[in-house]
Nanobody
Framework: QLLESGGGSAQAGGGLRLSCKVS????????MGWFRQGPGNEREGVAT??????VDYLDSVKGRFTISKDNNGNLVLQMNNLQIEDSGKYYC??????????????????WGRGTQVTVSS
């Protein structure tokens, strides 16, 4: 089970921290990531982390977002210097076994329900 928290509203230039509570022993063998979907847009991968810790980011968030796992194995996305175009619903995701970054929506086996992020000027 994947359960997101930490979404909300922020002003452009501000920051938010998303967390995904991960329940289930098998997630540590899968590529985990954060995806987002804005109105009228396809769901896109924002940041991913492989079981060995290798990370990958969408070009537009490099240098601003950081993906990590905490000591409990939960997935975290630290978002700094937020821009209006970062707005959308953010989903925690786990890939099918054997996939490594970069991953797309088609590689995902488990999705969280999502948490809304709204950035205003």
């Amino acid at each position: 089970q994947l359960l997101e928290s930490g979404g909300g509203s922020a002003q452009a230039g501000g920051g938010l921290r998303l967390s995904c509570k991960v329940s289930g022993y098998h997630y540590n063998t899968r590529c985990m990531g954060w995806f987002r979907q804005g109105p009228g847009n396809e769901r896109e991968g924002v940041a991913t982390i492989d079981p060995d810790g290798t990370v990958d980011y969408l070009d537009s968030v490099k240098g601003r977002f950081t993906i990590s796992k905490d000591n409990n194995g939960n997935l975290v996305l630290q978002m700094n210097n937020l821009q209006i175009e970062d707005s959308g619903k953010y989903y925690c995701a786990a890939s099918m076994p054997g996939h490594i970054a970069p991953i797309t929506s088609r590689d995902i086996e488990y999705w969280g329900r999502g948490t809304q992020v709204t950035v205003s000027s």
